[in-house]
């Protein structure tokens, strides 16, 4: 039987998309496909990792035998010229003619290049495929000024790529009076300007430019307002225009502005030929993300095949990391009162900008934008598409629950047509089904399965959540690999770094991991380094995984100042360090506050103060409290029998014993202890994450409580022990949590999901069932004995130092928004807003 030839013009990712649905779904066509670009389909949408080390065939979405295997014939370097409606025929550029049953366009889109004098000198590019990248990589290598002409999605990949090769002096020019003018508003713009300007880029914004300078070669820009910039390369990113030329020649309709006009089973006015991408009009839009383009080559297939399938508007909803900061804009971003009610939240120092538009009964998620954390992204774009009932206290999608609980319905409560993949169409009832029917238990084997999360990738923090939710309501063992960048549980990158020796980031992200990583597994992995080899977590390297407290040590607080946190072992303090602190807290004008650790904290420094002020408490003999990070807090004590009547041993000398030996050691999460001098327990040991009790034949020892929105009491681990070997039992009960607890799990949430419960972990600790007590009591010894007070270091090394400014440019300047009010003869941050 002779086969239906169908020709497709164009070899881009929505072309080879068009292929492989039609080859899944039906064998009765003939497929001819000719290409442009003298390589296969690749990843336009990564297309800036290119410069990142990547080849044009890692970027490439088939192998060079898939075309054979599916009977495709493929013709590179061999653009169609001209369509004979009439004949049903196409001819190529070599001279070729080929007869067609059905034609679709797949020819894309151009890159908008505007009108501008002088565009043609050398020097100038357009940012679009792999070849103008060979070109710009080869013309920048002279170059030390560049310039990329549009602040919108594509500009800033630009202006990453030149970053890539090496120019540091960038600057972006924008007409709008925005950033991403269809993505964010103009104050989510003013946040994504100013964290860009702290990247070394140049922003104008609102500039139009009216001719490019130079002889031969590009020597700088000149405005319409009469200023100038001095630039040595031009890249032009300014749009794109639908590549509608070859229709338009041929006859059939195109809208007024470009695009071939297609119906919503993306026929032409010629029902042969069809039109999918970013080259199709549908209803007066072109659809410029890669999801809609997928979901037109779905519906083309699904029709050509005799399965009736329409295309809608396509939500245009989109997650993106630009230069390293995540940009996210869903549902209506740009909805204004009284038309809805919003709510915005702003963190300037931390780069954070959120904003979520509620209807007026407070009840649905319209729309909202997210620049510096997208992490909710997922769930806020599921939450508004399907119509679902907000929280009580709807602020809380942003800011996350007061008390550490689920915020919202989550994800079992999705409808099984949630769209979950929008590049590849697929829902959660789909994912749900290859777990559930087709065995699916991994996410690679869910990618195979279903295609989710080959396209953008944008999908897979969802992803992983739905596996790990239906295979535990299966009943089945879940292996809680950390993201979708490593394939490992933290335990076993935990051993793995261990055993290959790596000491930072970037070489276990590639020895064991993929893509460029996410802000789950590099504060993990950060942390697992910090664990393994206790070296200064801002070393070069590590420092840009770190998580945002830790980069700056000193935690971020209400209104982007910082705390700062001496250390008070045991609660115990000098009157003369009394004093210094005093006197630091006076000439900063920080508030002061005692804690339920016993020491005292000081809050409301500004950033560039943080290493001038440790410079003087450093004087003093104070050193880190590591308030910031995951690891040893306080150990809170009593007076003892050095003072009280009651007490049976010195619980201070013990307590600051052990807050000496165990401080700066990184864990999994936080841990706390405290020792108590008697059975009256007036340091609350019983509380902590190990906590000591005198008794009158020595010390009993407590581990997994915790205080917090979810108390529970410590559990007693073993009795009357000396104070070696109770050192020595905590030497392996925090090396057994370090090395295998979940990220981010306390101990007592550790204990309360280990099989066996208190029973094994006593076996493993006291009886050394494993075999490991040694192990760990040496590895223990390593991480005491290599302790170094990691703001003595900071101060001390000029590169670390320099990164405490708010300002590159003008470091001495502090954060001019941030405020303060009086309050008991202190000050304090003004309290949030609703907007």
């Not at 929505?14 to 292929?19: I, M």
């Not at 695009?259 to 839009?285: H, K, R, S, W, Y």
């Not at 300037?348 to 992204?377: E, F, M, P, V, W």
């Not at 602020?395 to 999705?414: C, F, H, T």
Request: negative net charge; glycine residues 10%.
């Amino acid at each position: 039987m002779n086969k239906l030839k169908i020709i497709i013009i164009g070899n881009g990712m929505v072309g080879y998309k068009f292929c492989e649905k039609l080859k899944s779904k039906s064998d009765s066509f003939k497929l001819i496909i000719f290409g442009e670009e003298p390589r296969r389909a690749y990843d336009r949408v990564h297309l800036s990792e290119y410069f990142n080390g990547k080849t044009a065939e890692d970027l490439s979405m088939s192998t060079a035998s898939w075309y054979e295997e599916q009977e495709i014939d493929l013709h590179l370097n061999n653009p169609v010229v001209e369509v004979d409606r009439a004949a049903k025929t196409v001819s190529t550029s070599s001279g070729e003619v080929y007869r067609y049953d059905f034609l679709v366009f797949a020819t894309g889109s151009s890159a908008f290049v505007p009108h501008i004098k002088g565009i043609e000198k050398e020097g100038v590019f357009v940012y679009r495929t792999i070849d103008d990248l060979d070109l710009i990589a080869g013309y920048a290598k002279n170059a030390k000024k560049a310039s990329v002409i549009g602040g919108g999605l594509l500009g800033l990949e630009a202006a990453k790529a030149l970053i890539d090769l090496g120019i540091e002096e960038t600057s972006i020019i924008e007409f709008a009076p925005r950033l991403m003018p269809r993505q964010i508003d103009m104050a989510g713009s003013e946040m994504l300007k100013s964290m860009l300007a702290d990247l070394g880029l140049q922003i104008y914004l609102n500039k139009n430019t009216s001719s490019i300078e130079g002889e031969t070669n590009i020597g700088g820009l000149k405005f319409s307002d009469g200023s100038e910039l001095a630039t040595d390369i031009l890249v032009i990113s300014a749009g794109i225009k639908p590549r509608d030329e070859l229709a338009r020649k041929c006859g059939i309709d195109v809208g007024p502005r470009g695009g071939i006009i297609v119906d919503a089973e993306m026929q032409t006015n010629d029902p042969c030929i069809f039109a999918i991408g970013e080259c199709a009009l549908f209803e007066e839009m072109i659809y410029g993300l890669i999801a809609p383009g997928y979901e037109m080559a779905e519906v083309l297939a699904s029709n050509l095949c005799a399965q009736s399938k329409s295309f809608k508007s396509f939500d245009m909803s989109t997650k993106l990391k630009l230069i390293g900061i995540d940009v996210a804009s869903f549902g209506d971003p740009f909805i204004n009162e009284p038309d809805c009610r919003t709510i915005v939240f702003e963190n300037k120092h931390k780069g954070i900008y959120k904003r979520i538009n509620i209807s007026n009964d407070g009840q649905y998620l319209l729309g909202g934008i997210l620049i510096g954390d997208a992490t909710a992204y997922n769930m806020l774009l599921q939450t508004s598409v399907n119509q679902i009932l907000l929280p009580a206290d709807p602020e809380e999608l942003i800011l996350g629950s007061r008390g550490g609980e689920q915020v919202g319905a989550g994800i079992e409560s999705l409808p099984d047509a949630a769209l979950i993949c929008s590049c590849e169409g697929v829902t959660k009832g789909g994912i749900c089904s290859s777990i559930i029917d087709q065995g699916c238990e991994t996410l690679d084997d869910i990618k195979k399965c279903t295609k989710a999360g080959t396209g953008c990738g944008g999908c897979m923090p969802m992803v992983k959540d739905l596996m790990l939710h239906t295979l535990k309501a299966q009943g089945k063992y879940v292996r809680n690999v950390i993201c979708e960048h490593f394939n490992y549980s933290r335990q076993e990158l935990y051993d793995l770094i261990h055993i290959h020796n790596l000491k930072n980031y970037d070489d276990v992200l590639n020895e064991f991991g993929q893509s460029d990583g996410c802000e789950v597994c590099k504060p993990l992995v950060s942390s697992l380094l910090a664990s393994l080899w206790n070296e200064m977590i801002l070393k070069k390297g590590n420092d840009t995984a770190q998580d945002s407290n830790d980069r700056f040590l000193a935690n971020i607080q209400k209104g982007g100042s910082y705390s700062v946190v001496p250390r008070v072992p045991g609660g115990e303090i000098t009157p003369d360090k009394l004093i210094v602190i005093g006197e630091v807290a006076k000439k900063y004008n920080l508030y002061t506050k005692i804690t339920g650790g016993q020491r005292i904290d000081m809050f409301g420094a500004h950033l560039n103060d943080l290493p001038i002020i440790w410079e003087e408490l450093i004087a003093a003999g104070f050193e880190s409290g590591h308030a910031y990070g995951k690891g040893l807090r306080t150990v809170k004590s009593c007076v003892g029998s050095t003072w009280c009547r009651f007490g049976l041993h010195d619980s201070v000398s013990f307590a600051i014993r052990i807050e000496e030996r165990y401080r700066g050691i990184r864990a999994p999460h936080k841990f706390k202890s405290a020792v108590s001098g008697c059975i009256r327990e007036c340091a609350e040991a019983q509380s902590k994450d190990f906590g000591i009790i005198a008794t009158e034949k020595g010390w009993n020892l407590y581990v997994c409580g915790n205080g917090g929105s979810k108390p529970q009491h410590a559990l007693l681990l073993a009795a009357d022990l000396d104070s070696e070997t109770c050192i020595k039992y905590i030497d392996r009960f925090l090396m057994f949590y370090i090395r295998t607890a979940d990220p981010l799990t306390r101990t007592a949430t550790w204990l309360n999901k280990m099989e066996g419960g208190m029973e094994y972990l006593r076996n493993v600790v006291i009886n050394d069932s494993l075999g490991m007590a040694e192990k760990w009591e040496a590895e223990i010894e390593n991480l005491v004995s290599t302790y170094q007070c990691e703001w003595k270091e900071a101060v001390e090394n000029p590169a670390i130092r320099k990164r405490f400014s708010h300002f590159v440019n003008a470091p001495e300047d502090k954060d001019p928004t941030i405020e303060f009010v009086e309050m008991r003869g202190q000050k304090k941050t003004p309290e949030w807003k609703k907007v």
